[in-house]
């Protein structure tokens, strides 16, 4: 089944504790992106990437981190999480720069005390 | 830079009656344009799309068409069932694979 999977779902952390949220797609897509949803803001993106070693800052990058080592996974990291940064954290990837629909995880739920 | 905006919600309906969550964008080039929708503790779902100026994307029973004179891609759908209650937003897509969001609509039908 072609999917998008994102761990964990959901993560309570405390702030200055480094953390990782996984992502990987199963579909040989090219491109793949973070996105973070807050409530009446929609969906902004964070990063996204091309292809292997290739990536770039989105909308609001600032406080994160990503790595493209492999095609099929699209780590975020999180180097010293602060209460701001509490959302919901999508994946998506898609096979196309501008046509193609993207899939998207089932998304990660973190809260940052 | 790009933008969308979406029709402030939430939206209320009735089943069976005629839905339209209004789309407006701003942006350089000729984008794609997209409805996403999300139902509750779920991603965004693809619902429809349309590539260039005047086409209709159509799914479900929804439809949008491209509109460049008036810069939309609104949103509408004849009879609308209590399965639409859902998150919808509006997108558009330049390059890169970078969609630019609107802020979303929730719509909730009654039986």
């Known amino acids: 089944e072609a999917q998008v999977t994102q761990n964990p779902r959901y993560l309570i952390t405390v702030t200055g504790k480094k953390l990782t949220v996984t992502c990987s797609q199963n579909?040989?897509?090219?491109?793949m992106s973070w996105y973070r949803q807050d409530p009446g803001l929609g969906l902004r993106q964070i990063y996204y990437?091309?292809?292997?070693?290739?990536?770039d800052k989105g909308d609001v990058p600032e406080g994160y981190k990503v790595s493209r080592k492999e095609k099929r996974n699209f780590p975020l990291i999180l180097e010293s999480p602060s209460p701001n940064q509490t959302s919901l954290y999508f994946c998506?990837?898609?096979?196309?720069?501008?046509?193609?629909?993207?899939?998207f995880g089932p998304g990660t739920r973190l809260t940052v005390l | 830079g790009n933008s969308v905006t979406q029709m402030e919600g939430p939206v209320t309906l009735s089943e069976e009656a005629f839905l339209t969550i209004n789309c407006t964008y701003t942006a350089t080039g000729y984008p794609s344009l997209f409805w996403y929708v999300q139902y509750p503790g779920e991603g965004l779902q693809l619902l429809l799309k349309?590539?260039?100026?005047?086409d209709k994307g159509s799914n479900k029973g929804f439809e949008a068409t491209y509109r460049k004179e008036t810069t939309s891609f609104h949103l509408e759908k004849g009879s609308v069932q209590v399965s639409d209650s859902a998150v919808y937003f509006c997108a558009l897509g330049t390059s890169y694979g970078k969609l630019t969001f609107g802020q979303g609509t929730i719509l909730t039908v009654h039986p």
């Open positions: 579909m040989n897509h090219e491109y």
């Open positions: 990437s091309m292809n292997v070693e290739v990536t």
């Open positions: 349309a590539t260039k100026a005047d």
């Open positions: 998506a990837s898609n096979s196309d720069g501008r046509y193609n629909e993207q899939f």
